[in-house]
Each structure stands twice: as structure tokens, then as C-alpha cells.
């Protein structure tokens, strides 16, 4: 341990990776990535991966197969973004956000070799490691230490150039591709396939969902060109059954080498069975090749330990308040199918926040395609994110699509926001009203913060 180690703390490394460039200014480039691994003595060659990517669901499915590796009685790490309310959320050790000390620990030692490359790109007159790359180096050096048996890890951006790319997933995982991210990505699915396929490495085993056409034939021909192996949900795997049950949904899954029936899986809605299909499939995959069958009670003993912070998770009753975290058109339809199958709302009062790389018009028809007349009263806010688009000019969007003034209000601050809401959603005394806050992740992070329940427990 060096000496100034005592200067460090989560805080204070946190605030150094914000100094770089931000999240939402992600490089594509992989050159640097390499380097880094190359001095670092190759930490992205210590454990398989699982690796994960897709427009919804990556984070969901990751937290679906870190728990069914668990069951088995592996270690595991898991690297997902973007974090809810800490930064070491995003890279997780047995089930649980690293220690703090592990954290500032490996971050203490890598540093002086990250200094190496940013002055190596500096000369070269290229931007330094990013915020994004630094974090994704920094998840494969603490994996490497523990040493974990098997990482999950979900792509920030796309896959061909994303930093995670530098690790060769033997299992890749794509989960539905939608439009988002457009400005990046291109527009159409297929192209948006394109970027992600490239994930998939030479004689991987590629578990996709179920996809658009165009993007189904992009992934077929990108595992085909590197001789993957390949199965689709709804081909050779899927959901074969789904009742909803208290807390979640009752399963019976269709796996590549088994079937699965009576799996308590304790999420709501049909994209999260979806997303189980697709976890169960992966977990097959790595675990047997696809040919082995797995223990039935491992995998239910697996999918019934599974959270999903902020994904149509309950925060309090009377009146009850969910938060979800979507933040795209396919994301918020998802999510209101699954909300209006599993609670029995006579009314739902939506508080609704957008960053400024969002679609906000087509979020906000969504919602008004996707809850109707449910969804009569909107509070639009925004979260204390630089990136936050006003609420005010929110509001200016809504009246534009049809919504009366009188059903909007206007929040800047989201805890007078959340107190309107529960005013509006109790009003007629009634008490099967139900608020929603949704439309990004900053803003579920910080709703859940104020509410009261600020992260997971604490990893080793």
C-alpha cells in the first residue's frame, strides 16, 4: 500500500473520473484500452466473461445471471452502468457493489499506469482515458485481484469500439435492440445491430432476444463470419408460460437444454420474463455449452434471489410510489404494460424528468400511448444533472402533444415534485391512486435517495 493512500476515498475518486470526459462523451477507440491492459499485465485475460449488450435489459439480465452463477457457487463480478446513487454499484463482487477500500485500494495502484497513457495520448494528441474507460479499466483490475471465477459485463455504448470490448466475452448477450442513442449509433435497428454485434468474438456462443428483422440478420451474420454459436429467444428458447404472482411472476422457461417450469421471478412484466429467458439461455451456455441440462433448483434458487434497483420498484405504499428507470420509448412501454398488469391503479400520477440527449417528445407521446387517460396528470421536473432538460420547456413539449395545462404542473425540484404527485394521486380519498417516477436514471436515483432507500448492501 503506497503512502498517500489516505487521500484517497470513493469521494475523492469519483470526483477525479468527473474531471475527465463524461459519460455521455464516450470515445470510440480501443487502442487505448489495450495499452493499458497490456502494462496493467492483462487483467482483461484473467476470468471468462459474459458479456452483455442491447438497447433495454442489459442491466436487468446481468443482475439475473450474476445470480444464477451465485447459485452455482461461483465469484463473481459484475460491471453494469449507470450507477443509481454510488459509483461502486458499478462493479460488483459476489452480489454486492465492491468494498470501499477495494475500490480506493486498486484505484491507488493502477493510477501511476494510467498516468502512462494519458501522457502517451496526450502526445499524441488525443484526448485522455475517459471517465468511462478509466471505470471499465479499473472493474477488470479489481476482478482480477479478487480473482473473481467469471465477470458480467454490460457494453456503455454500443460493443465494436466500447471499452468492455477489450475482454473476449466467450458468451455474448444481446438483449432487444430499440432506437436510442441514435446521434451514435445510426438509426435503423440493423444499424444499431451492427455496432453491437460487435461483441460477439471467434468461436463465441451468442445468446440473442428475440429482434427486429433487420437487426435478426445483422447478429446471424456477424456469429456465422466469427463461427459462434448462436441461439434466438423464440427459436430455440423463450418463455413458454407466465402468470403474474405476488411480488413478480410465476415462469416456466424454455432453456436450450432443459425446460424450466415454476420459476418465482420477483420483477414485474413480460420484458423482465423476457429478459430472464434470455439470462437462463446464457447461463446454459456458459455453464454446459447449451448442452447440458442445470439443476432446477439452482436455477430457481437463482432467479428467486434477483433485484433490480429502479426498475418498477416499489419505494412506498398508500399511495403507492414506483420508480422505473426508463428512459426511451421501448423502455417506457415495457414498463407500463408491466405496471398496469401487476397494480390495479384507478389513477396514476406520472413524474416525469428527461435528459437532454433524450427524445423528450417521443418519451412523452410513450407515455401518452402507453397509459392513456390512466395517466391524466403529469409533473414534469428535473434531476440536479447539468444534462437535465427544464421542466418548464418539458412542460412547453407536453402542451404542444396535447395535454391540457391544467393537468400539468410544473416541479423544478424533485422532492416538491413528489409531494404534489402523492397530493394529486390521494386526492379523491381514494386509495388505489399510484405515482410514477420515471424518464431517467438520474432521476430514479435521486427519487430513490429521498425516499429512502439509497443502494444496496455493502460487498466485500
Known amino acids: ?13 469519483y470526483a477525479e473520473l468527473l474531471g475527465r470526459a463524461p459519460e455521455n462523451k464516450m470515445e470510440p477507440r480501443l487502442a487505448p484500452l489495450f495499452r493499458a491492459m497490456d502494462i496493467l499485465g492483462d487483467p482483461n485475460k484473467a476470468f471468462p466473461i459474459i458479456h452483455i449488450t442491447g438497447t433495454n435489459g442489459k442491466t436487468s439480465t446481468a443482475r439475473m445471471i450474476e445470480c444464477g452463477l451465485l447459485a452455482h457457487d461461483l465469484r463473481t463480478g459484475r460491471y453494469t452502468s449507470p450507477h443509481l446513487t454510488k459509483v461502486t454499484e458499478r462493479i460488483s463482487v459476489d452480489g454486492a457493489p465492491v468494498s470501499d477500500e477495494t475500490f480506493v485500494r486498486i484505484w491507488d ?14 502526445a499524441a494528441g488525443e484526448n485522455r482515458l475517459t471517465y468511462f474507460e478509466c471505470l471499465t479499466i479499473l472493474a477488470f483490475a479489481i476482478f482480477a485481484d479478487q480473482p473473481v471465477d ?88 423463450g418463455v413458454e408460460a407466465r402468470t403474474v404472482a405476488v411480488g413478480g411472476q410465476m415462469l416456466d422457461l424454455q432453456g436450450l437444454a432443459g425446460r424450466y417450469p415454476g420459476i418465482l421471478l ?3 412484466g413480460e420484458h423482465q420474463a423476457q429478459n430472464a429467458a434470455v439470462a437462463l439461455a446464457a447461463l446454459e451456455a456458459f455453464l454446459g455449452g447449451g448442452e447440458k441440462e442445470l439443476n432446477r433448483e439452482l436455477v430457481q434458487e437463482g432467479f428467486a434471489a434477483v433485484t433490480s434497483p429502479g426498475r418498477l420498484e416499489v419505494m412506498r405504499t398508500s399511495p403507492t410510489i414506483v420508480v422505473d428507470a426508463a428512459h426511451n420509448p421501448a423502455g417506457i412501454a415495457a ?53 437535465a432538460i427544464p421542466a ?50 438520474t432521476l430514479v436515483g435521486e427519487a430513490r435517495i429521498l425516499l429512502g432507500r439509497p443502494g444496496e448492501k455493502e460487498g466485500a
Not at 396514476?348 to 391524466?376: P, T
Request: aromatic share 4%.
Open 109 to 122: 495502484e493502477i493510477r501511476p499506469y494510467l498516468d502512462i497513457v494519458d501522457a502517451e495520448l496526450t
Open 335 to 387: 414498463s407500463a404494460a408491466a405496471l398496469q398488469e401487476s397494480f390495479a391503479f384507478s389513477k396514476l400520477v406520472v413524474v416525469l424528468g428527461v435528459l437532454v440527449e433524450k427524445d423528450a417528445e417521443e418519451i412523452l407521446n410513450s407515455i401518452k400511448e402507453a397509459y392513456g387517460d390512466e395517466a391524466a396528470e403529469l409533473c414534469l421536473t428535473q434531476s440536479t444533472s447539468p444534462r
Open 266 to 268: 420477483p420483477l414485474h
Open 392 to 441: 418548464a420547456e418539458l412542460a412547453e413539449i407536453a402542451v404542444d402533444l396535447g395535454w391540457d395545462e391544467e393537468d400539468i404542473h410544473i416541479a423544478e425540484k424533485l422532492d416538491d415534485a413528489i409531494e404534489w404527485a402523492v397530493e394529486r394521486a390521494e386526492a379523491n380519498n381514494d386509495l388505489a391512486g399510484g405515482v410514477l417516477i420515471t424518464g431517467s436514471i
Open 150 to 237: 467469471v465477470a458480467v459485463m454490460e457494453v456503455g455504448l454500443g460493443g465494436i469500439t466500447d471499452a468492455t470490448n477489450v475482454g473476449d466475452g466467450q458468451v455474448a448477450v444481446i438483449t432487444p435492440i430499440s432506437l436510442d442513442h441514435t446521434e451514435l449509433l445510426g438509426d435503423t435497428t440493423g444499424l444499431i445491430a451492427q455496432e453491437k454485434s460487435g461483441i460477439i468474438k471467434e468461436g463465441a456462443f451468442v445468446i440473442s432476444a428475440a429482434q427486429p428483422q433487420d437487426a435478426a440478420q445483422v447478429i446471424l451474420e456477424a456469429a456465422r463470419d466469427k463461427h459462434a454459436d448462436f441461439r434466438f429467444e423464440g427459436v430455440e428458447f
Open 1 to 13: 500500500m503506497s503512502a498517500h493512500h489516505d487521500e484517497f476515498s470513493v469521494e475523492s475518486v
